[in-house]
Structure formats: structure tokens, C-alpha cells
């Protein structure tokens, strides 16, 4: 496993008696981009939410398994969900900016509660989250002004970007992100995902076949909440070795 990669051992998770995920094993890369794909109801977002310890914030959840970020097995005792949350940011399908704080607060929200480094001066680290992405120029004469519930649909997504970035995570968690957003801003956030991971390992999220294959170079496929089949993008798209995998890229379900 390189670098910033994440290794997945007999992963299983559960809402109450219902089990949500089934032995999942799985080697993500670091620094790529990885898109997990599959029908709704197939563990998708469960298992991401596994990766940093949010399924657990449900209290019929649980999870068992073994979680590997780097060298830190997230789900072993004394490792806290804190600590993992730091090192694996997350943004949501929905966007959600803080709507009584301003652009500038939005983004140092995070720093404060991760425990900001005195060092350094808030308002620099705030700009260079803003920039990785790709939201300092649309927003930079406004940032006290301006609450972050202000801004477009697109622009609030990035912001939640520029959230969890600030903090300077190993991964990035995100589900769904552009289901909600227009063409033009979906097409502004995959652009973005090519710059993150020169820097962050991506994991992503999404119903969407075309996207997977735009942005992602391997592809993770869930069925009722088992792992399929994990390959590079191009092999699952072209010549996947599972017909199950062949019949959902295809549209033959889903």
C-alpha cells in the first residue's frame, strides 16, 4: 500500500440487527482518486462513513473490522473518533455550511475545533484552504462580510471542501457530491479532485457512471452490501471480470 493509502480488513457494520456491510477487504491507493459505485441501498455510504468513524455517530450503529489509515488501525483502542475525523475529512451530498457564520469563519470552524496550531496565523492557513479549493478568487473581498449560507449551491460545496482542508486531513471522504449541484459547478468540483489528489487521498461517492469514469482511477463496486469487484477505472468500465459488475455499468439494473 502506498503512501496515504487505506487498507480495509473484513470490514462489517450494522444499524441495529440490520447488517449494512458484509467482509469487505480492500487496498485504496493514496493520492488517487477512488470512486465507490453501486444501487442505493448497497452500503455506498456506509462504508465511507466507516472510513472515519461517522457511522458510529448513529447509536444502533456499530462496525467491526479492521480500518488502516496509514499505519493507525482507526477502530483499535485508544485511537478516538477525534483523532481519526482529523486525518479523514468528510463533505457531504447536501452542502452544509454553518448559515450564522461568515466565509472566513466557516473555513477557521475547523481549525478551532481540531485545535489550531498558535504558530501559525489563522487568516493565511484560511486562505490556503480557500485556495486548494478553487474558491479564494470568488470570495476574497467578501469573507467577514458574507455568511457562507450566502453563497451559490456550488460555491457552498466548495467551502465545505475548504472546511475540511483547512485542517490538513490525509483523506477526503466525500458522498455524493454534486448529486444537488448544476452542470457547470458539478463539472468545477471534478476539477477539482484532480488537483486535491496531488496532496489527499479521495475517496468518492456517486451514482453516476460518467463521473466515476471522468475522475476516479479505480473504482470499488457494492452490491447489497459486499464488495464486488475493485479494479482500475478503465478495467471495470471495459472489461469488468464479474457479470453482476458488467450488468449495472451497462444499465441492465440500478
Known amino acids: 500500500m502506498t503512501s496515504g493509502g487505506i487498507r480495509v480488513e ?11 456491510l458484509r467482509d469487505i477487504s480492500i487496498n485504496i491507493e493514496g493520492y488517487h482518486t477512488t470512486a465507490i459505485i453501486g444501487p442505493s441501498g448497497c452500503g455506498k455510504s456506509t462504508f465511507v462513513r466507516c472510513l472515519n468513524r461517522m457511522h458510529e455517530v448513529n447509536p444502533l450503529a456499530r462496525a467491526g473490522g479492521r480500518v488502516f489509515i496509514g499505519n493507525t488501525d482507526i477502530y483499535a483502542n485508544g485511537t478516538t ?11 457531504f451530498q447536501k452542502p452544509n455550511p454553518f448559515p450564522t457564520m461568515s466565509i472566513y469563519d466557516n473555513v477557521a470552524a475547523g481549525l478551532k475545533l481540531n485545535g489550531w496550531e498558535r504558530g501559525r496565523r489563522l487568516g493565511e492557513v484560511v486562505e490556503q484552504a480557500l485556495r486548494r479549493a478553487a474558491l479564494w478568487d470568488e470570495v476574497k473581498d467578501d469573507l467577514k462580510q458574507k455568511s457562507g449560507a450566502s453563497l451559490s449551491g456550488g460555491q457552498q460545496q466548495r467551502l465545505c471542501i475548504a472546511r475540511a482542508l483547512a485542517v490538513e486531513p490525509e483523506v477526503l471522504l466525500m458522498d455524493e457530491p454534486a448529486s444537488a449541484l448544476d452542470p457547470m459547478a ?13 496532496s489527499v487521498t479521495v475517496v468518492i461517492v456517486t451514482h453516476n457512471m460518467q463521473q466515476a469514469a471522468r475522475v476516479a482511477e479505480f473504482t470499488g463496486f457494492f452490491l447489497m452490501g459486499e464488495l464486488v469487484e475493485f479494479d482500475r477505472t478503465e478495467q471495470m468500465f471495459t472489461r469488468p471480470r464479474d457479470k453482476r459488475t458488467e450488468d449495472y455499468v451497462t444499465g441492465r439494473f440500478g
Not at 473484513?10 to 449494512?20: C, E, P, V, Y
Not at 473518533?81 to 463533505?91: A, F, K, L, T, Y
Not at 458539478?186 to 496531488?198: G, M, N, S, V
Request: hydrophobic letters at 45%; aromatic letters at 8%; glycine letters at 6%.
Open 186 to 198: 458539478t463539472a468545477k468540483i471534478e476539477d477539482l479532485l484532480f488537483e486535491l489528489k496531488q
Open 81 to 91: 473518533p477525534v483523532e481519526v475525523r482529523r486525518r479523514v475529512g468528510m463533505v
Open 10 to 20: 473484513r470490514l462489517n457494520a450494522w444499524f441495529g440487527d440490520k447488517q449494512a
